[in-house]
């Protein structure tokens, strides 16, 4: 079975750094792009960015290049998004995806369970 | 960045009428690269259509998706139960992906 798995939900205090990771398993985890997507409490969805495991290759979301880093481990197909010092304003769900990329399409396929990020003082 | 703009905000349909959600670009985009997703509370989204009008694996035929350049449309044909949710659409440029806000499907 194709799926992503995510860890725990987390809380944590302003200024303290985070790393949630989205492991993949049932495929060649080398061969897709994984992405980040942040949703607010009571909001939409938000594409933060994509890596490619193989090589590392990294492309962010403008709003959030500079607020996050997305990086992935291919020996545990693993990939993480973590950052050095939250804020309040981090407070959300984060999900992992996969991309699926063909001549037909390009969305994200199979989703991670999502993992609740709560940043308060 | 391209923006998304989706219509209706919300949408209230009985069980059994059909659905029609709108999907706007703020500039034209491959119809390889807009895909639907479901989302339902407590659930992460699920993919329906990619490539603007492929059902995903698993998707039942009443979800249709149409359109191409800047308008795209998500039908569903006859509302089942388990279809009142929220719809996103999303694109994929500019290395990026971007989704429009959303449109809420609730039973009247």
């Known amino acids: 079975e194709v799926q992503l798995v995510q860890s725990g939900a987390e809380v944590k205090k302003p200024g303290e750094s985070l790393r949630i990771s989205c492991k993949g398993s049932g495929y060649y985890f080398t061969n897709y792009w994984i992405g980040w997507v942040r949703q607010m409490p009571g909001k939409g969805l938000e594409c933060m960015g994509i890596i490619y495991p193989a090589d590392s290759d990294t492309r962010y979301s403008p709003s959030f290049q500079g607020q996050v880093t997305i990086s992935a481990d291919k020996s545990i197909t693993t990939a993480y998004l973590q950052w050095s010092s939250l804020k309040a304003s981090d407070t959300a769900m984060y999900y992992c995806?996969?991309?699926?990329?063909?001549?037909?399409?390009?969305?994200?396929?199979?989703w991670g369970q999502g993992t609740m990020v709560t940043v308060s003082s | 960045e391209i923006v998304l703009t989706q219509s209706p905000g919300t949408l209230s349909l009985s069980p059994g009428e059909r659905a029609t959600l709108s999907c706007r670009a703020s500039?034209?985009?491959?119809?390889?690269?807009l895909a639907w997703y479901q989302q339902k509370p407590g659930q992460a989204p699920r993919l329906l259509i990619y490539g603007a009008s492929s059902r995903a694996t698993g998707i039942p035929d009443r979800f249709s998706g149409s359109g191409s350049g800047t308008d795209f449309t998500l039908t569903i044909s006859r509302l089942e139960p388990e279809d009142f949710a929220v719809y996103y659409c999303?694109?994929?440029?500019?290395?990026?992906?971007?989704f429009g806000p959303g449109t809420k499907v609730d039973i009247k």
């Open positions: 995806a996969r991309r699926y990329s063909s001549g037909s399409g390009d969305a994200f396929d199979i």
């Open positions: 999303q694109q994929y440029g500019s290395s990026t992906f971007t």
């Open positions: 500039q034209s985009v491959s119809s390889s690269y």
